[in-house]
């Protein structure tokens, strides 16, 4: 995929680049399998690997196929009072924030705001070449 020329500033709209992620990370899968809430590890467990849903986005009334586990995270276990604390690192407060928000794209002002933490940090970390947990730009 291009990357773009165009340096990301504080009003850049940044998501969860899922498929980024999946084709970078062989481990995406258990590393979502551990932050499901303790309702749900037992439950998910037992299902199968890959399993698939249908959902109805709420907006559009459009049915489409989406990867359960990724579903069931941002639906119930990232809106636990818990899942985001102040012990929980900066890149990984950004993504759970993502989760929480349903990956809905967000600024690092926006970032900033919901996590108390500078914006200049938050994009200077998300915007580097390095890419963190599928964190990237909206294209």
Known sequence: M?????KPGL??????DFDWWQADDRSWRVYL????CEEHKETFSAQEEDLRMDVIDPITAEVRTVD????LLMTHC???P???TARTTLVES???IFLANGNQPMTANELAHRLGRPAHTILKTISGPRVYR???PVM
């Open 33 to 36: 399998r551990s932050l499901l």
């Open 78 to 80: 990232a809106r636990q």
């Open 82 to 84: 818990d899942f985001v």
């Open 2 to 6: 291009k990357r773009s020329l165009l």
């Open 94 to 96: 950004i993504f759970r």
């Open 11 to 16: 009003d850049t709209p940044f998501h969860i």
């Open 134 to 136: 599928g964190i990237r």
């Open 68 to 71: 359960g586990l990724q579903h």
